[in-house]
């Protein structure tokens, strides 16, 4: 029987997963610098030990309010084909081992912001696990980027 390893962490009252594999590491708040001009959801970068990263909000990409000030988020630090990207999230949850078989598509009734992110769900006792598509979230960020002026960034 197949089973996933997802590390999972929360977005506001959402529990999300990602493939363990897919997973650089998981940092604390990292200090950043900012890009002028960058979308919201772009946060800035960082640097870690020596390779620079962009880091984007999970929050403001799922159209959630903003971080409370004083509340750090913590960093998902995915592997990408060309560079890595840190998923700024609330906090840090389990490596949790599913089995493949109780994978499902994500429901319809999911708001579409959150919908295009993921790639489907497992049902946990009480709440589901939102399976996130990191890949989507920097196409994503990408393509519905724009800058503060109104024009897009590429």
């Given at each position: 029987m197949a089973s996933a390893q997802l590390c999972t962490f929360s977005v506001d009252d959402l529990l999300f997963g990602v493939e363990v594999t897919q997973v650089?590491?998981?940092?604390?708040?990292?200090?950043?610098?900012?890009?002028?001009?960058?979308?919201?959801?772009?946060?800035?970068?960082?640097?870690?030990?020596?390779?620079?990263?962009?880091?984007?909000?999970?929050?403001?990409?799922?159209?959630?309010?903003?971080?409370?000030?004083?509340?750090?988020?913590?960093?998902?630090?995915?592997?990408?084909?060309?560079?890595?990207?840190?998923?700024?999230?609330?906090?840090?949850?389990?490596?949790?081992?599913?089995p493949e078989e109780?994978?499902?598509?994500?429901p319809s009734t999911m708001k579409p912001a959150q919908r295009n992110l993921i790639h489907g769900v497992y049902k946990l006792t009480g709440r589901l696990l939102l399976v996130l598509a990191p890949e989507r979230v920097l196409s994503f960020t990408q393509t519905h980027a724009t800058s503060r002026t109104g024009e897009l960034v590429a």
């Open positions: 650089q590491e998981v940092l604390r708040f990292q200090p950043m610098t900012r890009i002028p001009l960058a979308p919201e959801r772009i946060r800035g970068l960082i640097n870690l030990r020596g390779q620079i990263v962009t880091a984007i909000d999970l929050r403001s990409c799922l159209g959630f309010a903003p971080r409370p000030p004083g509340e750090d988020p913590m960093n998902v630090v995915i592997r990408g084909v060309e560079s890595s990207i840190s998923l700024l999230v609330d906090s840090i949850g389990d490596v949790i081992e599913l109780a994978f499902e598509s994500a």
